[in-house]
Antibody
């Protein structure tokens, strides 16, 4: 059974660094040359659509939303089945619910994107 | 960045009747690997999003067959053949063809 769970602070002050952890079970963030798993961080801010932030793949390739690349870092700890997102210099506009979501890639069929999600963690950035 | 548009923002439905939710993309979602990475997600009240369909029309494990998807290029549709009460929620289209991956603003389905 695949499960994902986000953890981290509920409240962060402006200009501080936000660190969120996605702990998962039921799969491994590993792969071969023909298939593998990846994990993304996605957020929903009040009044806005879902926003993809970053992704880390089984081979440790990382991808970032261009507008946030200077402030966001994603990395995986395969031995602990965790993926961590750090966001520096947070602002009240970063307030929202943060989700981690899995995607699966197979070279014969391509991507099965966003197939499992965590329950989300609400984060408030105070000024 | 690819923009996904989902008009309308709200769609009233009737139990037992069909429903359609459109999604338009600002660019083609056909990837150079030949796949079209357009997914549909459902978010019920108080829950996290759930994958319904991927690659336009591939139903994810456990998704009822009353959900189907169609389209190509820049125009896509999610169809519910007979709406049930549990289908109330927000429906998002999402693309994974081009970075950054993006989502539509969502369509609220309400009885």
């Amino acid at each position: 059974q695949v499960t994902l769970r986000e953890s981290g602070p509920a409240l962060v002050k402006s200009t501080q660094t936000l660190t969120l952890t996605c702990s998962f079970s039921g799969f491994s963030l590993s792969g071969s040359g023909v298939s593998g798993m990846s994990l993304s961080w996605i957020r929903r801010s009040p009044g806005k659509a879902l926003e993809w932030l970053a992704r880390v793949d089984w081979d440790d390739d990382k991808y970032y939303r261009p507008s946030l690349k200077a402030r966001v870092t994603i990395y995986k700890d395969t031995s602990r089945n965790q993926v961590v997102l750090t966001m520096t210099n947070v602002d009240p506009v970063d307030t929202g619910t943060y989700f981690c979501a899995r995607s699966y890639f197979d070279s014969s069929s391509g991507w099965q994107s966003f197939d499992y999600w965590g329950q989300g963690i609400p984060v408030t950035v105070s000024s | 960045e690819i923009v996904l548009t989902q008009p309308p923002l709200s769609s009233p439905v009737t139990l037992g009747q069909p429903a359609s939710i459109p999604c338009r993309s600002s660019e083609t979602l056909l990837h150079n690997d030949g796949n079209t990475y357009l997914s549909w997600l459902q978010q019920r009240p108080g829950q996290s999003p759930r994958l319904l369909l991927y690659k336009i029309s591939h139903r994810f494990s456990g998704v009822p067959d009353r959900f189907s998807g169609s389209g190509a290029g820049t125009a896509f549709t999610l169809k519910i053949s007979r709406v049930e009460a549990e289908d109330v929620g927000i429906y998002y289209c999402a693309q994974a063809t081009q970075f950054p991956w993006t989502f539509g603003q969502g369509t609220q389905v309400e009885l």
